[in-house]
């Protein structure tokens, strides 16, 4: 089956800063790859995504990409702000199944 | 508007008292999961459907069970509650038969058994 390292929390960053998460997985088979972001109080949503080798995904100002041979989707952003204080969590999914890494609470001050 | 609903979203119970946590969403998705979030582990899958009629053992089902009895619902339920299932629960649905496509949560429910 999936199974994720993530990077781990609770990071605490000023605003304008630079975040990156990394992010590796093993997986049978050749999976797509997720970032979901959970806002306080509330469920996951996409935040980005990349279905093959070398694709980006972005969204936002955040940016992933998928690297194959280092097995890893390390999530990026250059300049934070308050408002993405979240938790993030990386995900390989197939078909019916997204294997969640255990989450990294980001925090950023004004 | 998409969505993927919940209810309750919190709910106190004692140990042993059957209940059920409904699921339903409006996309006319085939996937359908639930998920259990604990501090340090992330989402583990609880449960999934491929379809009507088709479900499976994810990674924890132990004490849960589901059903699938239309596409739109998928109901969770814990026949004997007990405390190490307080945690916080999530349905999930997305579209199959094609890879990459997106998987969307309701908003949860936070489930106390005392």
């Known amino acids: 089956g999936n199974s994720v390292t993530q990077m781990e929390g609770p990071v605490t960053l000023s605003e304008e800063a630079f975040l990156t998460i990394n992010c590796t997985y093993t997986a049978t088979g050749y999976p797509s790859l997720f970032w979901y972001v959970q806002y306080p109080g509330e469920g996951l949503q996409l935040l980005l995504k990349?279905?093959?080798?070398?694709d980006k995904g972005s969204n936002k100002g955040f940016e992933a990409t998928y690297r194959k041979e280092t097995t890893s989707f390390h999530l990026e952003k250059g300049s934070v702000q308050v408002s993405d204080s979240a938790v993030y969590f990386c995900a390989p999914g197939t078909d019916y199944k997204l294997s969640f890494g255990a989450g990294t609470t980001v925090t950023v001050r004004a | 508007e998409a969505q993927v609903t919940q209810n309750p979203r919190y709910l106190i119970t004692v140990t042993g008292k059957k209940l059920t946590v409904t699921c339903s969403q409006n996309m006319n998705h085939e996937y359908m999961s639930w998920y259990r979030q604990d501090p340090g582990l992330g989402l583990r899958q609880i449960y999934y459907s491929m379809n009507v009629e088709v479900t499976d053992k994810g990674d924890v089902p132990e004490g849960y069970k589901v059903s699938r009895k239309e596409k739109r619902n998928f109901p969770l339920i814990l026949e004997s509650p007990s405390p190490n299932q307080t945690s916080l629960y999530f349905c999930?649905?997305?579209?199959?038969?094609?890879?990459?496509?997106?998987?969307?949560f309701g908003q949860g429910t936070r489930l106390t058994v005392v």
């Open positions: 999930a649905s997305r579209k199959g038969g094609v890879d990459g496509t997106e998987a969307f």
């Open positions: 990349a279905t093959k080798a070398d």
